[in-house]
């Protein structure tokens, strides 16, 4: 069985988290966003940016491809491929100038897990910057094929009985994520505490670096899995599993992976992060065209990106989804988005949602100062600058940093203005 560990916030924790939120205030004193000359090119010709075999890394690595981290200024960046996200904060920590990595495509929640040193050596806090959101929605849970009788879809309740046959027989439920408190972790607890499945006490969760799930699964290491594409769409195209629900489908216009950067590199190289989220930027607005779906899902298929078949790609990119359980839809919405809509933007009410719910499953402690957090980490300021430079369209500039009021597939509804309220009406959690 996982173990959940809750730690409260120590006095020597408290110190350490509010010495590295005074420096980072008194460096944005001293270079507020906007105050650098306007046209000062970067202030580095390259950053090191790691990426993880998944479609939503496709903004950086059609920013590569395309040239367009040279085209504003940047020819010398470098995206590399992380092995697991264990290994993507690994290098973060490191940090660039110590063979580590900059910067990231990143589980949303990750970059505040590192900046209070919840899942770093020692606990130390290493300050993190939220850049940009990088997509919203298309990852999948799929379940083993021993499944498929249970009809089991959006409602999860219908494991239930056959996870506890499965027990009695005195075997091992388990559910694979791809980082604890990440945003996979988050939708597969959310999926069956929803369907009365505690996370914590009915099935073991574990950890499996996304490229190896299908694997992993073919031979019987996991139940149900949760994880980004193409792995879900290459599972049910090697006939192992099938595909319960997408992740739109528990929450449509759900926010996922994040451009995070060590908080260090941005306030030495403002210009630079500006620079990156520019091309960034510009890379979504590409991946968000129909029309550059077949040559985009070729080129992340290339061997030095994900090296799979582009079939395994294209089909969920276009929302087109082969469920692998008799279900097949084509052309809904539940495909990935890159940039209409805001997408690009990181709105606050979203971080407030994914720390809200690392408390759920405690690791936050119930009195986490969610507000305080997130204008320490989210940088939608840098956002809007760098929007401001590349001329994007007032309409396509969120007007708040906060989109209101989120409704999940069970009914519950999350205010960002009042997340204690929206831990109360939970019934399976570990802490409120």
């Excluded at 580590?100 to 130390?124: C, E, F, R, W």
């Excluded at 091992?172 to 604890?180: L, N, R, S, V």
């Excluded at 129909?290 to 070729?298: F, G, H, L, R, V």
Aim: with cysteine.
């Amino acid at each position: 069985m996982s173990k959940i560990i809750t730690t409260g916030i120590t006095r020597r924790s408290m110190l350490k988290t509010t010495a590295t939120a005074a420096l980072i205030t008194a460096v944005r004193s001293a270079f507020p966003s906007g105050a650098f000359a306007a046209g000062a090119g970067p202030e580095v010709t390259g950053a090191k940016l790691g990426f993880i075999a998944l479609t939503d890394a496709a903004p950086l690595i059609v920013a590569q491809e395309k040239g367009l981290f040279a085209k504003h200024g940047m020819p010398d960046v470098d995206v590399a491929k992380q092995a697991s996200w264990g290994a993507t904060r690994d290098n973060l920590v490191l940090g660039g100038a110590a063979n580590g990595i900059d910067g990231a495509h990143i589980l949303s929640p990750l970059p505040y897990l590192m900046h209070t040193g919840k899942v770093t050596q020692n606990n130390l806090p290493v300050p993190m910057a939220i850049l940009a959101r990088l997509n919203y929605d298309s990852q999948g849970i799929s379940v083993a094929k021993e499944y498929a009788d249970t009809g089991v879809q959006l409602d999860a309740s219908k494991l239930k009985a056959a996870f506890e046959k499965k027990k009695a027989e005195g075997k091992e439920i388990k559910a694979a994520m791809t980082f604890p408190g990440g945003t996979h972790d988050l939708w597969i607890r959310y999926w069956l505490a929803a369907g009365a499945i505690d996370p914590d006490k009915d099935v073991s969760t574990i950890v499996v670096p996304p490229p190896q799930m299908v694997a992993n699964m073919k031979v019987g290491n996991m139940d149900v899995f949760c994880v980004g594409e193409p792995w879900n769409e290459q599972l049910v195209n090697q006939g192992i599993g099938f595909t319960a629900a997408t992740t739109g489908e528990l929450w449509k216009g759900h926010p996922e992976k994040a451009l995070g950067m060590r908080s260090n590199w941005v306030e030495k190289n403002p210009n630079g992060a500006k620079a990156l989220l520019m091309a960034v930027m510009e890379a979504q607005q590409w991946c968000d065209s129909m029309d550059n779906k077949q040559e985009m899902s070729t080129l992340l298929g290339k061997r030095q990106w994900f090296n799979v078949p582009p079939k395994d790609v294209l089909g969920r990119l276009k929302g087109d989804i082969n469920y692998g359980n008799g279900r097949v839809a084509h052309g809904t919405d539940l495909y990935m988005k890159f940039w209409a809509g805001g997408v690009s933007y990181p709105f606050k009410s979203h971080d407030s949602w994914f720390l809200a719910e690392n408390i759920r499953w405690g690791k936050f402690a119930p009195d986490t100062d969610i507000k305080t957090l997130v204008d320490e980490v989210n940088r939608e300021d840098i956002w809007r600058a760098a929007a401001k430079d590349l001329g994007v369209a007032k309409a396509d500039i969120p007007t708040s940093s906060s989109r209101g009021k989120e409704t999940f597939f069970d009914g519950k509804v999350f205010d960002p203005e009042n997340p204690s309220a929206y831990l109360d009406s939970l019934t399976i959690k570990v802490a409120s």
